[in-house]
């Protein structure tokens, strides 16, 4: 997760795992790196979840094969990068009618 400034000022930017954005007054913009790429490495990440096994956890905690199909329908293997960040109701959202592949929605 990434923690984003709450009270950010216009043309501030914020960098964290390796990439960086910039406030436009309304949203974070992803900004390019002239490295390019903007792959990290897990291993490099700090701050990693603890991860479990399947073997380990209630077979509850996972989506049935109804809902993973429903979910690739819904969001084929998109490589678009992400651009924007936006966090919003899920009125707002709903209320967007036609939605940007490369913004990240976060409904709060």
Known sequence: MIDFPASPTLNQTHTAAGRSWRWNGTVWEGISSSGGGGVTSYNDLTDKP???????????????????????????????????????????????????????????
């Open 50 to 108: 603890t991860l479990g096994t399947a073997a380990a956890a209630s077979t509850s905690d996972f989506a049935t094969a109804a809902q993973g199909a429903n979910a690739i329908a819904k969001n084929p293997s998109d490589t678009t990068p992400v651009s924007t960040i936006r966090c919003m109701t899920q009125v707002e959202y709903d209320a967007l009618g036609t939605y940007d592949a490369q913004t990240l929605y976060f409904i709060k």
